[in-house]
């Protein structure tokens, strides 16, 4: 398959070397010309415009910041609209496949006014960071025209270990926000946990394990707790990136009118830790501080 | 080995009956002498005290509702420590187990006082609700001496399948509290992603399948998830229990200076649940009161 890769930054980039590996055809753009320099050397093409990549492409997948980046790549001057009178006339109508983060009433409006233009619209954003973007074990949350769904399934499974269609136009972002939820409000429980048993004189560790058997077992009291422990506050996810992601659950919340009370005791400590300059810390430096705010008997990572 | 019991409510009855079947000798007492009925047709033998209870016997094992009841037991009229002039002279120093939930200063008081009489005292609370206790396969977490834990381990054993002894007197209850925090914590993330995605028009129950391939999954998003789909709301677990055992974190975290932010914000929604006339729901109700709280689009468990 043809395919038009827009972004290439720590996600974009080893997502579209995956789509090579996978045998697609790849003519890249990115706004700064040096991101496009890697995957030139291995095969792609390079585009000046968002329009020029779509020009010819069956696909155009986009992988960019938030939504503003996504509404200017698809609909801006020189964006993915302008390729339409450009292209060959007995063409396929062409599928764009947005796969950063963003919210889910912007995915919605962007899909329709596309596909006033004749482009179907997915959003299709994914959990498993860096990590998975360079093994290709991405988790896809699609929304989405089943049939465009199908058309961009074969670059989608380059991607992705998991690619999942939930629903209509937004029900991809959607997903993405209520795994944003429990992983931001589960990081912070876990580190509120883990600094509750050690302000109160016990090994956080030996508590971790014993939790880990019963009800209270979850990914991030395995992955992210074990983390806690060992102090590695390296990222991983950066906390900035989880505030930018419960900002997308409260304003989509403020919305519709839907009481999220944890997703907004959690956003305010993301706020506050962005705000001490952590914010390139990964997402489980809340531990620090709830540290910095308790009086401690002992630290989480303490020997018993 | 000898054992007093005390406390024959929802989860002591089929612990004392694991006892029994472990082969252990039962003397049992119970504040509603028909409590003890079906413990007496099996083979245990009643008496009329905590007292006279504790006179011939090598362990005492509590599982009662909270601290006040563990202290008039152990410490009030005819409680264990008025066993103690009536025990034979040779008899080892008897051991106090209590399984009850209570706050860790509570129970490292009540180990003080027991321990100036002479009497190892271990907190002793476990996780995995009726099911458990009648399986004989509780997560039994341990504070206090570690010789005491030894001599306790052969009746532990017939209760549990994950008896871990975490340290010092009070780590039990600060480990069970650790817990009370992930799950209630855990039950109300859960809740609130679920509602999102139901408001947001999108079937929870394909974003729950979609969670649980990545770093949200959990056996909260997994069982009682399920559970809010089916809105199966019987308990399982009582909210009543789990706001009581919220109001320990909250009053440890008072008492030492702790910040909590997720276990206040989520001990509010479990005060109103009670409060509302539902304490005698699964926790799982939270859902209920977060939809009357929400413009809802959808509700969880509606099909796709």
């Known amino acids: 398959m043809k395919i038009a890769f827009i972004g290439l930054g720590i996600m974009g980039r080893p997502m579209a070397l995956n789509l090579l590996r996978g045998g697609h055809e790849l003519i890249v753009w990115a706004r700064r010309a040096e991101s496009m320099r890697p995957l030139l050397d291995v095969g792609a093409q390079a585009a000046d415009s968002p329009a020029a990549a779509a020009t010819d492409a069956d696909l155009v997948i986009s992988m960019v910041a938030d939504a503003p980046d996504v509404e200017e790549v698809m609909l801006g001057a020189k964006g993915v609209v302008d390729a339409l009178p450009l292209r060959d006339a007995d063409a396929a109508p062409l599928v764009a496949v947005d796969m950063s983060t963003i919210a889910p009433a912007a995915a919605r409006s962007i899909a329709a006014r596309l596909g006033e233009r004749g482009i179907a619209f997915l959003d299709a954003p994914v959990s498993g960071g860096e990590v998975g973007a360079i093994a290709g074990s991405l988790s896809i949350m699609v929304g989405g025209d089943v049939a465009a769904f199908a058309r961009a399934q074969p670059a989608l499974a380059c991607l992705g270990s998991r690619v999942l269609h939930i629903g209509a136009s937004g029900a991809g972002q ?19 946990a883990l600094n509750f048993a050690a302000c109160s004189g016990v090994d956080a560790g030996r508590v971790r394990e014993a939790l880990l058997g019963g009800f209270a077992a979850s990914r991030i009291l395995e992955n992210h707790g074990q983390r806690m422990l060992e102090r590695k506050f390296a990222p991983g996810f950066k906390a900035w990136m989880h505030q930018k992601d419960l900002n997308i659950v409260l304003q989509s919340a403020h919305q519709l009118g839907v009481y999220t009370p944890l997703s907004a005791a959690t956003a305010q400590l993301f706020n506050a830790l962005v705000g001490n300059g952590q914010g390139d810390d990964d997402s489980i430096a809340v531990l620090k501080l709830l ?7 002992g630290a989480v990572g303490d020997a018993a």
């Open 174 to 192: 959607v997903t993405k926000a209520a795994n944003q939820i429990l992983t931001g409000v589960g990081v912070l429980a876990v580190a509120e």
């Open 291 to 297: 540290e910095s705010l308790s009086g401690a008997a």
